[in-house]
């Protein structure tokens, strides 16, 4: 549900600074780290401070595909993206510095540091020089099973307008160490598979040991030895939750140095709703969703359920995510259901709650429903 829900509004609030309106708009020469430039677009157009505007045209990431195939569960394929704009905005604001997709982390440089380190033997059975040797992951001895951290890498760019002309440059770099929160050991004498959880100190350790390792690789590249850079760890889900995982550190290395001197916290979480945790750990919040769950019900009983996905900071709901499975029975009803759960959703969730509510049929997504933090207003989007 997070990464249907989310490539609805990441669209919508990411990209959607670029969208809505070209009536003012600033052209300028977008410097890039091939040395040419080219000329760019910055929509004036920005839905709030809570999102980045981005430029035109839009490049992708040098190591764009990358991210599906490394990372274990679908739900954190979304979230370390979506996660990693709001550590980014610790040190870079919405209003000052443009995002840009990754530009200096190639696919084949981020395969090649997921790799273990080989010892020396190692490297002279595979072939390989000690140059090549660039695996970030520990070294597995021989007859011996080591885990696997680092799982995958994603970079994003940020971009701020110079003052004294009409030019953009690179304002600052983020990167997210995606690291596993479970190692998955084979018994070598019976073939049996064995799932150990890593435990959170032992992953901020190791995490902590290869952002030392990765920011000296960044500062060794001429574009980024006088740029800001953000490191921040992610702890992966196991395959088998329905919940991403979160970040939980986050450091910021100014210009001219690779020294990383102090690691910040982030307390983020995610809940299911409802769920016994849910129950447990946030009764208040769980009563407000059983009971608009229940009046839900109450309006419409030709419905398949109502669930949700609730990400907590410092312990506080701030983002609700819902999904309600319609029986399908013609588009004028489901224009009447989807008003009535607009209503509903601005009457019934408080308003620190940012919500977003997507009604689903057997024949695709119908409604989506928006509610931002602050307000009692909703959006109402009926799709054709």
Request: hydrophobic residues 35%.
């Given at each position: 549900m997070?990464?249907?829900?989310?490539?609805v509004?990441?669209?919508?609030?990411?990209?959607?600074g670029?969208?809505p309106?070209?009536?003012?708009?600033?052209?300028?020469?977008?410097?890039?780290?091939?040395s040419?430039?080219?000329?760019?677009?910055?929509?004036n157009?920005?839905?709030s401070?809570?999102?980045?505007?981005t430029?035109?045209?839009?490049?992708t990431?040098?190591?764009?595909?990358?991210?599906?195939?490394?990372?274990?569960?679908?739900?954190d394929?979304?979230?370390?993206?979506?996660?990693?704009l709001?550590?980014a905005?610790?040190?870079?604001?919405?209003?000052?510095?443009?995002f840009?997709?990754g530009?200096?982390?190639t696919?084949?440089?981020?395969d090649?540091?997921?790799?273990?380190?080989?010892?020396?033997?190692?490297?002279?059975?595979?072939g390989?020089?000690?140059?090549?040797?660039?695996?970030?992951?520990?070294?597995?001895?021989?007859?011996e099973?080591?885990?696997?951290y680092?799982?995958?890498?994603?970079e994003?760019?940020?971009?701020?307008?110079k003052?004294?002309?009409?030019?953009?440059?690179?304002?600052?770099?983020?990167?997210?160490?995606s690291?596993?929160?479970?190692?998955?050991?084979?018994?070598?004498?019976?073939?049996?598979?064995?799932?150990?959880?890593?435990?959170?100190?032992?992953?901020k350790?190791?995490?902590?040991?290869?952002?030392?390792?990765?920011?000296?690789?960044?500062?060794?590249?001429?574009?980024?030895?006088?740029?800001?850079?953000?490191?921040?760890?992610?702890?992966?889900?196991?395959?088998?939750?329905?919940?991403?995982?979160?970040?939980?550190?986050y450091?910021?290395?100014?210009?001219?140095t690779?020294n990383?001197?102090?690691?910040?916290?982030?307390?983020?979480?995610?809940?299911?709703?409802?769920?016994?945790?849910?129950?447990?750990?946030h009764?208040?919040?769980?009563?407000?969703?059983?009971?608009?769950?229940?009046?839900?019900?109450?309006?419409?009983?030709?419905f398949t359920?109502?669930?949700?996905e609730?990400?907590?900071?410092g312990?506080?709901l701030?983002?609700?995510?819902?999904?309600?499975?319609?029986?399908?029975?013609?588009k004028?009803?489901?224009?009447?259901?989807?008003?009535?759960?607009?209503?509903?959703?601005?009457k019934?969730?408080?308003?620190?709650?940012?919500?977003?509510?997507?009604?689903?049929?057997?024949?695709?997504?119908?409604?989506?429903?928006?509610?931002?933090?602050?307000?009692?207003?909703?959006?109402?989007?009926?799709?054709?």
């Open positions: 997070k990464k249907r829900l989310s490539a509004l990441a669209a919508l609030l990411i990209l959607g670029c969208a309106t070209f009536e003012k708009q600033d052209q300028v020469v977008q410097e890039n780290q091939d040419e430039s080219k000329k760019a677009i910055i929509p157009f920005q839905i401070n809570d999102y980045y505007k430029m035109l045209p839009y490049d990431s040098k190591a764009r595909g990358v991210v599906v195939n490394d990372l274990g569960s679908r739900y394929i979304n979230e370390i993206e979506n996660g990693l709001r550590v905005q610790n040190r870079f604001s919405t209003d000052q510095y443009f840009k997709e530009q200096f982390l696919k084949k440089m981020v090649s540091w997921l790799q273990r380190k080989f010892t020396s033997e190692q490297l002279d059975d595979k390989l020089k000690e140059s090549e040797n660039l695996g970030l992951n520990p070294v597995q001895p021989k007859g099973d080591a885990p696997i680092l799982a995958h890498i994603v994003h760019n940020y971009l701020v307008k003052k004294d002309d009409n030019k953009v440059r690179l304002g600052g770099v983020v990167i997210a160490l690291l596993n929160s479970v190692n998955y050991e084979t018994n070598l004498s019976n073939g049996t598979r064995m799932v150990k959880n890593i435990s959170n100190d032992v992953l350790e190791e995490g902590a040991k290869m952002a030392g390792e990765v920011m000296k690789r960044l500062r060794q590249k001429e574009e980024l030895k006088n740029v800001p850079i953000m490191i921040a760890l992610y702890k992966q889900a196991p395959k088998q939750q329905v919940v991403p995982g979160q970040f939980f550190a450091a910021t290395v100014e210009p001219g690779d990383i001197q102090n690691w910040e916290g982030i307390n983020e979480d995610y809940y299911i709703f409802p769920s016994p945790d849910a129950a447990e750990d009764p208040e919040d769980n009563k407000i969703f059983q009971d608009l769950k229940k009046e839900i019900e109450g309006y419409f009983p030709v359920g109502v669930t949700g609730a990400l907590y900071q312990g506080k701030t983002d609700m995510n819902m999904e309600v499975a319609l029986t399908y029975n013609g004028a009803e489901t224009i009447g259901f989807a008003r009535q759960l607009s209503s509903l959703i601005g019934n969730t408080p308003e620190s709650w940012n919500v977003e509510l997507l009604i689903n049929s057997s024949y695709g997504p119908e409604a989506l429903v928006v509610k931002k933090k602050g307000s009692k207003e909703t959006y109402l989007h009926i799709y054709e």
